[in-house]
């Protein structure tokens, strides 16, 4: 089974501060995700990567960046954290060919700014 | 560009009653089809997916089936149970291979099973 997973599952930081959130994938997957997922607004993609050192934009990448220097790990920066990023943010990976199609998620991290 | 529209929720049901949530989409060409499935505080899991016209994905009782003429995707179930409480996304993609990567959601169906 593919796993994937996040390094918190609930965070709270400050107003201001720098926040990495973290994602592995154990199934040699060459395309991460990162999304969030706001009440009433469903999941939005803010950036992808389709391989190590790779990234791509998604709907809404305001305010974040990404770090992909492994092929298992896709990070997620908030540079400086504000109230209005407070969400759940999931990832997810999947491979190539013919399993571009399908996404498996993580857990999911809560995130909330003060 | 591509869309999907689910039917808005809350939908509540009595325990083994029928359940159907629908799913229409707009895309080019013949994307792939899902239902994911979301269990309160955790992330999203593939339910079921298909991938070509009249393919009908199913999974722990969950049933799906690509109907290219009405550009649908329903979920249904013939007995739900408490255990079935979450939220369903519908969500499209391109065909396998086909270099874009992204899914596009709908916003989601929260189903709230009664015993």
């Known amino acids: 089974d593919v796993k994937v997973t996040q390094s918190s599952r609930y965070l709270v930081k400050r107003t201001g501060e720098k926040v990495f959130l973290e994602c592995v994938q154990d199934m040699d997957h060459e395309n991460m995700f990162w999304y969030r997922q706001d009440p009433g607004l469903g999941l939005r993609l803010i950036y992808f990567s389709y391989d190590v050192k790779m990234k791509e934009k998604g709907d809404i990448p305001e305010g974040y960046s990404v770090s992909r220097e492994k092929k298992e790990r896709f990070s997620l920066i908030l540079e400086s954290a504000s109230t209005n990023q407070t969400s759940m943010y999931l990832c997810a990976s999947s491979g190539v060919g013919l399993a571009t199609d399908t996404q498996y998620f993580g857990p999911g991290t809560r995130l909330t700014v003060l | ?115």
């Open chain 2, 1 to 115: 560009g591509d869309s999907v529209t689910q039917m808005e929720g809350p939908v509540t049901l009595s325990e083994e009653a029928f359940l159907t949530i629908n799913c229409t989409y707009t895309a080019t060409g013949y994307p792939s089809l899902f239902w994911y499935v979301q269990y309160p505080g955790e992330g999203l899991q593939l339910l079921l997916k298909a991938t070509k016209a009249d393919d009908k994905g199913s999974n722990k009782g969950f049933e799906a089936t690509y109907r290219k003429e009405t550009t649908s995707f329903h979920l249904e179930k013939g007995s739900v149970q408490v255990s079935d409480s979450a939220v369903y996304f519908c969500a499209l993609s391109d065909p396998p291979g086909a270099g874009s990567y992204q899914l596009t959601f709908g916003k989601g169906t929260k189903l709230s099973v009664i015993p």
